[in-house]
Structure formats: structure tokens, C-alpha cells
């Protein structure tokens, strides 16, 4: 059974670090693209990183340099980097598994989701 349980979510202050973790089982977790998403209350889905099995990566434009995205293939593991942490990053955060090693925007291609773990940034 595929399952994806993200943890590392909580409350800090503004211009303040956490680090989100996500751990997989029950597929190949190398061979797969990864990614992170998040949504806030009243908007959409969207993504703000992501890392192919080949360890390309993409990062949302809002991002700009405060989120690092990596992956532990022998403890399959992903792993989310936040520093610098706004306000306007409030919001529940969600590990998801693509259906193949390249990563795409399409939300079809990324098929399996984790519960997600709240974070919570104080001005």
C-alpha cells in the first residue's frame, strides 16, 4: 500500500525556519517524482517544490530562494527546508507522489497525497 505521512509542521514567528518531512512506503520511492504542495484557506492547491528521480527541481516563483527541496532515496524520505517563513506562507502542507520519475504541473499526474501537516506563521 502506497502511503505518504508528512510531518515537521507547526507554529513560528515570522522570518523563522521548519523543516517538513515526509516519509514514503510501498513503491519504488526513487524511481518517482516528488513534490510539495500547499493551500491556504479560500485558495487553490499549488504547488512549491518539486524533485525528480533524476534530482531536477523546481520551485514556485513565490518561493525565491527560502525553501530547499531534497530526497533521502535509501531512508525514502522527502524533505522540505523553509527559512524566512511569512505570513503569506500559512497554510496546510501536503506531500504528494507523481506517476512517473519526471515532474509535471498537470494535477492528474500526481496521484497520491499525504494528510498534510499545518503550518503557522505569526507576524
Known amino acids: 500500500q502506497v502511503q505518504l505521512v508528512e510531518s515537521g509542521g507547526g507554529s513560528v514567528q515570522a522570518g523563522g525556519s521548519l523543516r517538513l518531512s515526509c516519509a514514503a512506503s510501498?513503491?519504488?520511492?526513487?524511481?518517482?517524482?516528488m513534490g510539495w504542495f500547499r493551500q491556504s484557506p479560500g485558495k487553490e492547491r499549488e504547488r512549491v517544490a518539486s524533485?525528480?528521480?533524476?534530482?531536477?527541481?523546481y520551485y514556485g516563483d513565490f518561493v525565491m530562494g527560502r525553501f530547499t527541496i531534497s530526497r533521502d532515496n535509501v531512508q525514502k524520505t522527502l524533505y522540505l527546508q523553509m527559512n524566512n517563513l511569512r505570513p503569506e506562507d500559512i497554510g496546510m502542507y501536503y506531500c504528494?507522489?507523481?506517476?512517473?520519475?519526471?515532474?509535471?504541473?498537470?494535477?492528474?499526474?500526481?496521484?497520491?497525497w499525504g494528510q498534510g501537516t499545518q503550518v503557522t506563521v505569526s507576524s
Open positions: 524533485i525528480s528521480s533524476g534530482l531536477n527541481t
Open positions: 510501498g513503491y519504488a520511492y526513487s524511481a518517482y517524482c
Open positions: 504528494a507522489k507523481a506517476w512517473s520519475g519526471s515532474c509535471s504541473q498537470a494535477v492528474e499526474t500526481w496521484h497520491v
